[in-house]
């Protein structure tokens, strides 16, 4: 019995104590995550997943964005990756995965089948967000280095334990379900910017849901394949950094400084719109922008001259120059060939230039202005600086009534917070 995997199970088997300000974080992002897939249905990526589970048929389980009824493991698939399909999700940069696209589909499809109350899917999400980067620090950031996507490996182990905690497993049923997923987990950091990217999530989602049913008739597989001699962390370049991985387990909630996306771009871009935000930049007084950011993202997002609206969403200059002639880099229509088209945005661009910085971290950036005038502002963000949790409510609401408006934005909201059953937030996601 391996002292990493009894941690986890313990953990996602037993009572929690959350915390009010984890309770409120995990709404946020069970919001964030049924507004980013209500917008993400019309993708190709996302048409293309539903009309294949919608082909093969079976139980009327679980609902799907845009319509319609599945087994609850193909409801895993294609909820998870329709809210994946805009990159619009949110972020934890602990271990670099989106915990709440691999989860959140998974907790959701199996109390949805059950019609259990909304405490139940909220409580299971977290608690396997809470494992998914617990898992991914455990793996280090050689695993994501050497290639893999930790949001479809972490996540699909936080996927396992949501889901065994909504069919209440005790701790060696969460040891069985977190030993399937090691062989279940895969994902590749090699279809970032096609549509693998978001069908990562999906599969994570299913496999978490697909190991706690299996589990719960009865499969018994090795419970030590997380960590043992030829398991997934052997297998997938990890680190075993345990101690750092288990700190604070059972008292301290990591999830809670999750980050929430407020443009519809690569998150490597965030914090450099942040400090333009701070600048107020407009494009008639542009001289000249030097843009500061950590070294790993000048091989992520630093595309210099895109031709199209999926380009931009992983371009420094593509973006500045675009918040700076005011398109709202909120919405994810900003984000197209026609924009990118636009000659005075290719002109401002030209105008832009990017450099790694390593004393920078991964959520830092700095951005310098010179003025046609001769004068010079500076501005620097931090991705995890303090917010508040007043204005994390506001611009995650703010940014919900902006995407499908706020009459059902607001009373998405009132569901989460107030009670209710899953059913009942399950037809907001066709609407």
Same mark, same amino acid.
């Given at each position: 019995?391996?002292?990493?995997?009894?941690?986890?199970?313990?953990?996602?088997?037993?009572?929690?104590?959350?915390? +009010?300000?984890?309770?409120?974080?995990? *709404?946020?992002?069970?919001?964030?995550?049924?507004?980013?897939?209500?917008?993400?249905?019309?993708?190709?990526?996302?048409?293309?997943?539903?009309?294949?589970?919608?082909?093969?048929?079976?139980?009327?389980?679980? !609902?799907?964005?845009?319509?319609?009824?599945?087994?609850?493991?193909?409801?895993?698939?294609?909820?998870?990756?329709? +809210?994946?399909?805009?990159?619009?999700?949110?972020? !934890?940069?602990?271990?670099?995965?989106?915990?709440?696209?691999?989860?959140?589909?998974?907790?959701?499809?199996?109390?949805?089948?059950?019609?259990?109350?909304?405490?139940?899917?909220?409580?299971?999400?977290?608690?396997?967000?809470?494992?998914?980067?617990?898992?991914?620090?455990?793996?280090?950031?050689?695993?994501?280095?050497?290639?893999?996507?930790?949001?479809?490996? +972490?996540?699909?182990?936080?996927?396992?334990?949501?889901?065994?905690?909504?069919?209440?497993?005790?701790?060696?049923?969460?040891?069985?379900?977190?030993?399937?997923?090691?062989?279940?987990?895969?994902?590749?950091?090699?279809?970032?910017?096609?549509?693998?990217?978001?069908?990562?999530?999906?599969? =994570?989602?299913?496999?978490?849901?697909?190991?706690?049913?299996?589990?719960?008739?009865?499969?018994?597989?090795?419970?030590?394949?997380?960590?043992?001699?030829?398991?997934?962390?052997?297998?997938?370049?990890?680190?075993?950094?345990?101690?750092?991985?288990?700190?604070?387990?059972?008292?301290?909630?990591?999830?809670?400084?999750?980050?929430?996306?407020?443009?519809?771009?690569?998150?490597?871009?965030? =914090?450099?719109?942040? =400090?333009?935000?701070?600048?107020?930049?407009?494009?008639?007084?542009?001289?000249?922008?030097?843009?500061?950011?950590?070294?790993?993202?000048?091989?992520?997002?630093?595309?210099?001259?895109?031709?199209?609206?999926?380009?931009?969403?992983? *371009?420094?200059?593509?973006?500045?120059?675009?918040?700076?002639?005011?398109?709202?880099?909120?919405?994810?229509?900003?984000? *197209?060939?026609?924009?990118?088209?636009?000659?005075?945005?290719?002109?401002?661009?030209?105008?832009?230039?990017?450099?790694?910085?390593?004393?920078?971290?991964?959520?830092?950036?700095?951005?310098?202005?010179?003025?046609?005038?001769?004068?010079?502002?500076?501005?620097?963000?931090?991705?995890?600086?303090?917010?508040?949790?007043?204005?994390?409510?506001?611009?995650?609401? *703010?940014?919900?009534?902006?995407?499908?408006?706020?009459?059902?934005?607001?009373?998405?909201?009132?569901?989460?917070?107030?009670?209710?059953?899953?059913?009942?937030?399950?037809?907001?996601?066709?609407?």
């Amino acid at each position: 019995m391996t002292d990493f995997t009894t941690a986890l199970a313990d953990f996602a088997s037993g009572p929690v104590a959350t915390s +009010s300000e984890a309770r409120l974080v995990t *709404s946020l992002s069970a919001l964030d995550w049924v507004v980013v897939g209500r917008v993400g249905v019309s993708e190709p990526v996302s048409q293309t997943v539903r009309a294949l589970v919608l082909d093969e048929g079976g139980n009327p389980q679980a !609902h799907l964005f845009g319509g319609g009824l599945a087994p609850v493991r193909a409801a895993g698939l294609v909820n998870g990756t329709i +809210s994946h399909a805009l990159d619009y999700d949110d972020t !934890h940069f602990a271990h670099i995965g989106h915990p709440s696209v691999a989860v959140m589909p998974a907790a959701f499809a199996l109390c949805d089948w059950d019609d259990r109350i909304l405490v139940d899917v909220l409580e299971a999400a977290l608690v396997g967000m809470e494992v998914s980067i617990r898992v991914g620090l455990w793996l280090g950031r050689a695993h994501y280095q050497g290639g893999f996507h930790q949001t479809a490996t +972490s996540g699909a182990f936080g996927a396992a334990v949501a889901a065994g905690r909504v069919l209440r497993f005790d701790t060696e049923k969460m040891r069985r379900v977190l030993g399937l997923a090691a062989t279940r987990a895969a994902g590749l950091k090699a279809h970032f910017g096609t549509m693998g990217k978001p069908y990562n999530a999906g599969l =994570a989602a299913a496999a978490g849901v697909e190991a706690a049913l299996l589990v719960s008739k009865g499969f018994d597989p090795n419970s030590d394949a997380l960590e043992g001699p030829y398991g997934f962390g052997a297998t997938h370049i990890g680190q075993f950094e345990q101690a750092a991985a288990l700190d604070g387990i059972g008292e301290t909630w990591l999830f809670k400084d999750v980050s929430h996306k407020f443009h519809a771009c690569c998150h490597g871009l965030h =914090a450099a719109l942040e =400090a333009a935000r701070d600048l107020d930049i407009a494009e008639p007084e542009v001289a000249e922008i030097r843009i500061k950011t950590h070294p790993r993202w000048m091989t992520v997002c630093n595309q210099t001259s895109p031709t199209t609206g999926l380009g931009a969403k992983f *371009s420094y200059r593509t973006v500045i120059a675009m918040q700076a002639l005011g398109y709202d880099t909120a919405l994810p229509d900003s984000f *197209s060939d026609k924009v990118c088209a636009d000659r005075r945005l290719q002109s401002l661009r030209d105008r832009i230039s990017v450099e790694a910085d390593e004393t920078l971290s991964e959520t830092q950036a700095d951005l310098s202005l010179l003025r046609r005038d001769g004068a010079r502002k500076q501005a620097s963000h931090d991705l995890l600086g303090p917010m508040t949790l007043a204005d994390r409510e506001d611009r995650v609401r *703010s940014k919900a009534a902006k995407l499908i408006g706020a009459e059902d934005a607001d009373a998405i909201w009132s569901m989460l917070r107030t009670g209710g059953r899953t059913r009942d937030l399950a037809k907001m996601l066709a609407r």
